[in-house]
């Protein structure tokens, strides 16, 4: 079993920046894949960034060269660094552990997700 805890939501000005973390808990996390999730009013929830167990990372369009993904295996944490953000990236953020596979971007190959913090990006 695994328990995700999002942190660092929050509202910020267009072009601002935010830092979200993920903690987990579970002994086998620097052997998953994590992945960051959005949803936001009214719209389906959505990749936004993954890293696999060797650093390898992809992101999805929309925020690539804006936004960076990372993981701490020694404090098991996984972060989102969201630079130049814009009111569109308005939406709740959640983690994910993806367990058996590389990395992934469909949502449904993911089995523990976090509560979701809220990021508010204002015009």
């Known amino acids: 079993q695994v328990q995700l805890v999002e942190s660092g939501g929050g509202l910020v000005q267009a072009g601002g920046s935010l830092r979200l973390s993920c903690a987990a808990s579970?002994?086998?996390?620097?052997?998953?894949?994590m992945g960051w999730f959005r949803r936001a009013p009214g719209k389906e929830r959505e990749f936004v960034a993954a890293i696999s167990w060797s650093n390898s990372k992809y992101y999805a369009d929309s925020v690539k060269g804006r936004f960076t993904i990372s993981r701490d295996n020694a404090k098991k944490t996984v972060y989102l660094q969201m630079n130049s953000l814009k009111p569109e990236d308005t939406a709740v953020y959640y983690c994910?552990?993806?367990?058996?596979?590389?990395?992934?971007?469909?949502?449904?190959?993911?089995?523990?997700w976090g509560q979701g913090t809220q990021v508010t990006v204002s015009s």
């Open positions: 579970g002994r086998t996390f620097s052997s998953h894949a």
């Open positions: 994910a552990v993806l367990t058996g596979r590389a990395m992934g971007v469909d949502p449904l190959l993911y089995d523990y």
